[in-house]
């Protein structure tokens, strides 16, 4: 399902994404959702879009995610 907010995504998300990068991951997550809604694991691949819009703006540097 959508989440309505940050502190509604999965704890693995927000204990390693910056703010910003947690905000692009929500939106990102919650428009593939809805886009993807008729297909089956509709939620895996919105998950996987998430990570996708993340990883254009920031990069995994060591254990921390910083901005490109």
Do not use: T
């Not at 993807?36 to 990069?59: D, G, T």
Request: net charge negative.
């Amino acid at each position: 399902m959508p989440y309505a907010d940050i502190s509604d995504l999965p704890a693995s998300v927000r204990s390693h994404l910056p703010h910003h990068a947690q905000e692009i991951y929500l939106a990102a997550f919650n428009n593939a959702w809805e886009e993807y809604a008729e297909r089956e694991n509709h939620e895996v691949l919105a998950h996987k879009v998430a990570w996708s819009a993340v990883k254009k703006q920031y990069e995994k540097v060591g254990k921390e995610w910083v901005r490109k």
